[in-house]
């Protein structure tokens, strides 16, 4: 049974804002300075040697496990919480002011990657309700696939787009 366009809109929407929702939250948490600096080194040790392929197959592996039902919504919560988590630590350590951290949103990568993960964890939801009710279709399978295809593309043109950003952020930032 597939859904039609109005809910399917609805699910997407969801899942943007619990992703957005868990991204705030895990930046307003309050850090301890060794926390934050834990933290910021784990991260620049993840991201070290990383170029736009790096960034591209990290983005595209999360989201490709947030298309599994139920485990899509739990990788998902926990990667925007812990992204929220990593720019919250970024900004403690930093001496610039920030405005909201969901602006980061508002970039050309940031909106291609939330609108990814919008629809990855929610296809997820759609195929476990499919699941549950024993609905599953040649075409919600071809749908599958079609998001899969799109949020492929839509992460790389993002990885580029990061990375050429990344390489401009002043040192004292990372």
């Not at 699910?11 to 948490?29: K, P």
């Amino acid at each position: 049974m597939l859904f039609n366009f109005k809910k399917r809109l609805i699910f997407f929407f969801l899942a943007m804002f619990l992703f957005l929702g868990l991204f705030q939250l895990g930046f307003s948490i309050k850090l301890d300075k060794s926390f934050s600096e834990e933290l910021s080194e784990n991260f620049k040790n993840q991201i070290q040697g990383i170029d736009e392929i790096g960034i591209f197959l990290n983005n595209l592996k999360i989201a490709l496990v947030m298309f599994i039902p139920i485990l899509g919504i739990v990788v998902g919560s926990f990667s925007a919480f812990s992204t929220g988590l990593i720019f919250n630590s970024i900004v403690n350590l930093s001496n610039a002011n920030f405005a909201n951290p969901l602006i980061v949103f508002l970039t050309p990568f940031g909106i291609l990657e939330l609108v990814s993960y919008g629809l990855a964890i929610s296809r997820g939801g759609i195929f476990l309700y499919e699941i549950l009710k024993k609905s599953v279709s040649k075409k919600s399978i071809t749908y599958l696939f079609v998001e899969i295809g799109l949020v492929t593309v839509m992460l790389f043109v993002g990885a580029l787009i990061e990375w050429s950003m990344i390489q401009n952020i002043p040192n004292d930032l990372l």
